[in-house]
């Protein structure tokens, strides 16, 4: 469940305000709460939505459960089709929780449900060969940090480019992350990002990014350096390799709570689902003890006809 950073409270006069007004006031409330420019602008998508489908003139205080339910029905009509359209289910579920959470700002009572998230399940993680060879084509110190802090301590792409020195322990070994929505975690550092980071950290000041990048660029050099390294590029993202920490973290025995810990996750649900990537994991457990070590059942043997099994009629039972 995704949550606002504090409890807010609407204005006074919110009943006499349109909705195009309510939802700038909420949106101004959620960013002078400490909210991240990001976090305001999902919001922002979501509420415009619903506003522009209800009516931006609309008085908020005769919104009723009918025009959500009523916009959620249309969003999902609307939707796109095609290989974009788990992109957008998993969107209009996060909409969907943004202009609940609105409505309930403006005092609005009633059954709201979320709209599903049916987009289950990822798109596959990488093998740690393939990490390690990523690393051998990195070309400078970023392409390096890019794959080892993602790789090693699961970090988002977003959370890795406004990474600061100021975030960095290097005494304990750990860094902190500023996740979606404002909220904070600790993650611990890989031995690979920790010597590329005691390799550079002389003389950095406190205010400045540790990888100075654009989410763009550490897409684009992902690419460049699976390229290099002979990986598919099509396998290889930012999140994917945010994927592959997570994966390679339940291979190497971290449970499932602390896993969700470290990746952030409200809903350890969320964190559940990266279990399916390990059935190939069991299927090699499977063939090791029944298809290899394991010699099978002798060949079957027709039974021939003067040793056929008796006839029902003649099966006595004790």
Do not use: C
Request: hydrophobic share 40%; charged share 25%.
């Amino acid at each position: 469940m995704v949550g606002l950073p504090i409890r807010l409270r609407p204005p006074e006069n919110v009943s006499k305000l349109t909705l195009s007004e309510a939802a700038e006031a909420f949106l101004r409330a959620l960013a002078e709460s400490g909210a991240s420019p990001l976090t305001v602008k999902s919001y922002r998508a979501a509420v415009s939505s619903f506003a522009s489908f209800v009516g931006p003139s609309t008085p908020a205080s005769r919104l009723t459960p009918d025009d959500y339910y009523r916009w959620l029905s249309a969003a999902r009509a609307q939707g796109p089709r095609g290989p974009r359209g788990g992109r957008w289910e998993s969107t209009l579920h996060y909409y969907s929780i943004f202009v609940r959470r609105f409505l309930g700002w403006l005092g609005l009572r009633g059954p709201l449900q979320a709209e599903p998230n049916r987009r289950r399940g990822f798109s596959g993680a990488l093998s740690w060969d393939e990490v390690e060879a990523l690393l051998s084509a990195a070309r400078d110190v970023y392409d390096a940090l890019i794959v080892s802090l993602m790789a090693e301590s699961g970090l988002r792409a977003r959370e890795l480019v406004s990474l600061t020195w100021a975030d960095v322990d290097l005494t304990r070994n750990q860094v902190r992350v500023t996740g979606k929505y404002g909220k904070e975690r600790v993650v611990f550092l890989g031995p690979n990002a920790r010597a590329l980071l005691l390799s550079v950290s002389a003389g950095r000041r406190p205010e400045e990014r540790v990888v100075p990048l654009s989410y763009q660029a550490v897409y684009n050099r992902l690419k460049a350096m699976a390229r290099r390294a002979g990986v598919d590029p099509s396998r290889v993202r930012p999140h994917v390799l945010r994927h592959t920490f997570a994966t390679e973290a339940l291979r190497r025995g971290v449970s499932l709570a602390a896993l969700q810990r470290l990746l952030g996750h409200s809903d350890i649900k969320v964190t559940q689902l990266y279990l399916h990537l390990l059935d190939d994991d069991v299927r090699r457990e499977y063939e090791r003890a029944f298809l290899q070590a394991y010699p099978g059942p002798t060949p079957y043997q027709p039974w021939p006809q003067q040793q056929a099994f008796p006839a029902r009629s003649m099966v006595r039972w004790p």
